[in-house]
């Protein structure tokens, strides 16, 4: 039973076959025109009641068990016993005896008293058998209780730890924004440099050693936006790119890049590629040249001597797309069976020895995992302990047929723009200046420098532009206030909308879009590339 204001419905009853016949049953939601004070009294009671009843159903023995629901409404379980029944069967007998006795009248009065006695038996009885049902009800509504609060109790618990983890989230995407523009910002500096390097009149062997310069730079600042966007590697979200590569050439810059490490234990590093393996295909450099590095790197650090081996071999073909598996076998100290198992784990190193004698944070094969699974392959390894081990992965790559195309995209060369551009760099770090400006100065364009958001504004207002580069974080007035101003002072006075470009080491997703938000066109990670550069003024031009 239920209450509404004053009333008292039914939300679910018991019926009979006789009841159905007769169509005198309860439906739900039926209105109960005959509630008693003590049903009513039920509802605002913290223990069950009882009584005897009538009504148009008949004669009862009731039990009312008020029940509070988790949301706070109380309803009431209710248990009826029909006395009626069992009152005219013991009266059509008992009628009956005293007419089929009228002659045996000293037979009468005992049987009076047996009726009388079997009557009072009859109801101590269901009397006591009332109580006991009552009881049961009682105690599950107890044990109801005890669960709720349990329930609640493990809810409390669930919140705290929900927003125990959330503050731990902030802080880490806040620690990951943080080192992110810390650790990219000098590294756009020395990226900046080798590119303005490269158009100058160098030496064969500076050329090399720049070449080895540039892919460190660019394979470290690889490594470093992996390590800082680590909940993409957890989530596995990681983007990739699908660009042409020349597969040979990446991996001579790698043995290249390494040779130095080879010369004091005099060990042999050499690759073998199958003459079926296509020299250009499409696919991620930085991504596949980031494993091998990892596994050729790791190579060396446990070989003292003998030789490393980076070998490629083609699996199978599919239309365009072929499988590559590539190896990386050394003859160094080798792993054993329980070390292999913790190989691919964060965090985790083969034991803890090797991590005091040659470091390392035991990420790097985790990372290199997630990567190779990223480009629809695998990894693993083979290992004999003090022999060798041989560190294999495979990638889905499809095959390049544009050669000219990837001759051209290995040494980018700074050319004039055929039309020039009106430029403000707004950037408060000099070394950052010196670059972008000597990049866009060699391109043909002008450009005029602004040391943080408030001067830039102010050039603004002065000078129609064409793009401004806009450093996000500068002092006095940041980036993102000096767009919003910006984009107030068009639409007052009624100015085309301005391309605005940010230059930021701050690449996570939910920096991105907050830039493009409050008013920004595009960003221009630091450090950046010249042909990203070169693409961006492309875009503007077109």
């Known amino acids: 039973m239920v209450k509404k204001d004053t009333k008292v419905y039914f939300t679910s009853c018991s019926t009979n076959l006789d009841e159905i016949k007769k169509n005198n049953f309860v439906t739900y939601w039926t209105y109960y025109d005959e509630a008693s004070e003590i049903m009513i009294k039920a509802f605002e009671s913290d223990y069950p009641l009882y009584e005897t009843t009538t009504d148009k159903w008949g004669e009862f023995r009731s039990v009312f068990v008020p029940y509070k629901k988790i949301n706070g409404e109380i309803v009431l379980l209710c248990a009826d016993y029909d006395y ?50 009552m009881q049961e009800l009682t105690d599950e509504i107890v044990e109801r209780k005890s669960v709720e609060a349990e329930l609640k109790k493990s809810y409390t618990q669930l919140e705290d ?17 943080t080192m992110s523009h810390e650790i990219r910002t000098p590294m756009n500096g020395i990226i900046g440099m080798i590119n303005i390097l490269k158009q100058s009149e160098l030496t064969i062997e500076q050329k090399d050693s720049l070449s080895i310069i540039d892919f460190s730079a660019n394979n470290l600042l690889a490594i470093v936006n992996d390590i800082l966007d680590f909940s993409k590697i957890e989530s596995g979200q990681i983007e990739l790119e699908n660009i042409p590569l020349d597969l040979y050439k990446g991996i001579d810059d790698i043995i290249k890049l390494l040779s130095f490490k080879t010369t004091d234990n005099n060990i042999a590093l050499k690759r073998e590629i199958e003459s079926d393996v296509p020299r250009f295909i499409i ?8 494993i091998v590095l990892n596994l050729t790197n790791n190579a060396l650090k446990f070989t003292e001597n003998g030789s490393v081996s980076i070998k490629i071999e083609k699996l199978d073909a599919f239309e365009d797309y072929i499988t590559l598996r590539i190896y990386v076998i050394d003859t160094g100290i080798g ?58 992965f495979t990638i889905k790559v499809k095959i390049c047929t544009n050669e000219i195309y990837l ?33 866009l100065k060699k391109m043909g364009h002008k450009v005029d420098v602004a040391q943080n958001g408030k001067i830039a504004v102010d050039m603004f207002k002065l000078k129609n532009y064409d793009i401004i580069l806009m450093d996000v ?51 221009l990670s630091k450090p950046f590339k010249v042909d990203e550069l070169v693409n961006l003024l492309n875009k503007i031009q077109k």
């Open 84 to 133: 009626s029944k069992v009152n005219n069967t013991i009266y059509s007998s008992t009628k009956t005896t005293i007419l089929k006795g009228f002659f045996f009248i000293f037979l009468a009065f005992p049987m009076f008293f047996s009726v009388y006695y079997l009557q009072r038996k009859s109801s101590k009885y269901l009397e006591m058998k009332i109580n006991e049902r």
């Open 473 to 523: 974080q500068m002092p006095e007035m940041n980036g993102i206030e000096a767009t919003q101003l910006i984009r107030i002072i068009e639409e007052n006075e009624n100015r085309n909308p301005i391309f605005i470009a940010a230059m930021t080491a701050n690449v996570l997703k939910e920096d991105i879009e907050h830039y493009l938000k409050i008013g920004m066109n595009t960003y």
């Open 283 to 290: 696919g991620d450099p930085v991504r596949i040249n980031q």
């Open 407 to 439: 001759n051209s995209k290995h040494q980018p060369i700074i050319k004039k723009m055929e039309h020039k551009l009106e430029i403000l760099v707004a950037e408060d770090n000099v070394i950052n200046q010196k670059i972008v400006t000597a990049n």
């Open 161 to 177: 730890l929900a927003i125990k983890a959330n503050a731990a989230s902030q802080a880490k995407s806040s620690f990951l924004a």
């Open 335 to 392: 792993i054993s069976k329980d070390g292999m198992d913790k190989l691919f784990k964060e965090f985790s190193q083969a034991n803890s020895q090797i991590t005091r004698k040659y470091g390392g944070t035991g990420l790097g094969l985790a990372i290199s995992k997630r990567l190779a699974e990223q480009m629809g392959g695998e990894i693993g390894v083979e290992s004999k302990l003090g022999i060798g081990s041989s560190f294999w």
